[in-house]
């Protein structure tokens, strides 16, 4: 997800402006948008940070009816909690210290398109109690009014957060989760999307490279895998800042493994070790013998993280624990 990228490749998906990738994970979620964007219901956006929820979101817009209208994003957790009633629903002047006039809000600033709703799970609880009131009857009074006006938006609302895990812990509204999860979207981590992660790089190092006035053309082999093996914990954001790094700090056709940082290179040889392990010639180990030394292999890569260690083995973090428990008792192989 780049915010000028080109439509994707060899893909008959109407969905442009910001995608990049053919990977199955992506070309769901063009077919998903698709449909939502036809509907007037709202959308609810689950993602980790840094997988372009904000981009998903101007995808629906721009491919709903309301596309000639305005898109106006406001980010919830962005802005300070006492703050965040009046950039939602605006206020009258005098109304606080600091409004000398009167100020609309995001909710009539989108009026007749779209308002999108970011990390709308760190609103407190206070506001949370308005906006479910909003969402009602889209009616709405401006701070230090006692006006009610209307205002005729569609809303779109996203969250890095498992809302399920926010409810049980008394931070989200239950209620107003489900006035919101009505069309759900999920983002895929850029880790699940396979060769996405090299398109998305080519795309910003030509990028970088024009910016930055340099001569580099693509990537070397090794360096394509590194950046395949990489858990990418901060998505595509991270993607972009080792990238422009590496254009910025480096000079070349050929962008080489040497180039990136540290801590990829030591991780995917780490990953190449225990690749190669298993297969030792003139050995051949149990599978039980190799299965740990996979797992463990994933765990030593990941730093200790299970949940990474886990996502990348496609299994559960309980698999891995249950494991680690198991040769515990057992003791050394």
Wanted: hydrophobic residues 40%; charged residues 25%; glycine residues 8%.
């Amino acid at each position: 997800l780049l915010d000028d990228a080109p439509p994707p490749a060899h893909s008959t998906s109407r969905v442009s402006g910001g995608f990049i990738g053919t990977s199955p994970a992506m070309l769901k979620l063009y077919e998903r948008i698709e449909n939502a964007a036809r509907s007037q219901a709202t959308v609810f956006i689950i993602g980790e940070t840094g997988t372009g929820k904000e981009l998903c979101a101007e995808a629906v817009h721009k491919l709903s009816p309301r596309a000639d209208k305005p898109f106006i994003p406001i980010n919830c957790a962005a802005i300070p909690r006492d703050l965040l009633e009046s950039e939602l629903f605006g206020h009258i002047k005098g109304a606080f210290t600091g409004a000398i006039a009167d100020r609309d809000g995001a909710a009539s600033m989108a009026d007749g398109g779209t308002l999108f709703l970011d990390e709308v799970a760190e609103m407190a609880p206070d506001m949370q109690t308005k906006l479910l009131r909003f969402l009602q009857n889209r009616t709405f009074m401006k701070v230090g009014s006692s006006r009610v006006e209307q205002t005729d938006v569609r809303i779109v609302c996203a969250t890095n957060r498992d809302p399920v895990s926010e409810i049980r812990a008394g931070k989200f509204r239950e209620d107003l989760f489900y006035r919101l999860h009505v069309l759900p979207l999920q983002m895929p981590p850029l880790r699940d999307r396979g060769h996405d992660i090299i398109d998305i790089a080519q795309t910003l190092l030509r990028r970088y490279a024009e910016e930055e006035h340099k001569i580099f053309t693509g990537m070397s082999e090794e360096a394509e895998n590194i950046l395949r093996g990489h858990s990418w914990p901060g998505n595509i954001r991270e993607l972009q800042n080792v990238i422009r790094h590496i254009v910025v700090m480096h000079d070349g056709d050929l962008l080489t493994a040497q180039m990136l940082p540290p801590a990829l290179r030591e991780s995917y040889d780490a990953g190449t070790l225990l690749t190669d392990a298993p297969f030792a010639p003139g050995e051949i180990r149990t599978l039980e013998e190799t299965e740990r030394e996979v797992i463990e292999g994933a765990i030593h890569r990941y730093r200790g993280n299970i949940q990474e260690a886990a996502a990348r083995l496609g299994i559960s973090p309980s698999t891995i624990y249950r494991k680690k428990s198991l040769w515990d008792k057992n003791g050394a192989l």
